[in-house]
């Protein structure tokens, strides 16, 4: 759903519950018309904040995907730059126990072989 159909809607609900409770309620004609007037030129103000408040938040959401598409490219290079330098950090480590494990399978098919003649 947009969010001007939802205003429109909240907007139109408020004026009929205003008409309606200013309606109801038992008061001479002059005071109605008060009541008429102030309740419409309150509804403008809150139709007004509330269309400042909707700019407000369709400029915050502009900014913020202005952010991310700068950012997550940065962002998601510095990640690959990252990797790249701790590959580059363990591959020493890597290598030696990439030796370590093959002397070990070596001196098991020893032991294996040892036992196995005996």
Known sequence: MKASTFFIGLAAGAVTSAVTVLYSTPKAGSELRDSVKNASLELKDK??????????LKDSVTDLSKEAKELV????EEMKVSVADWKRSTEHNKKRLEKEISAIQTALDDLEKSISTR
């Open 47 to 56: 139709l007004k904040d509330v269309k400042g408040q909707v700019a407000d």
């Open 73 to 76: 490219p940065e962002t998601v």
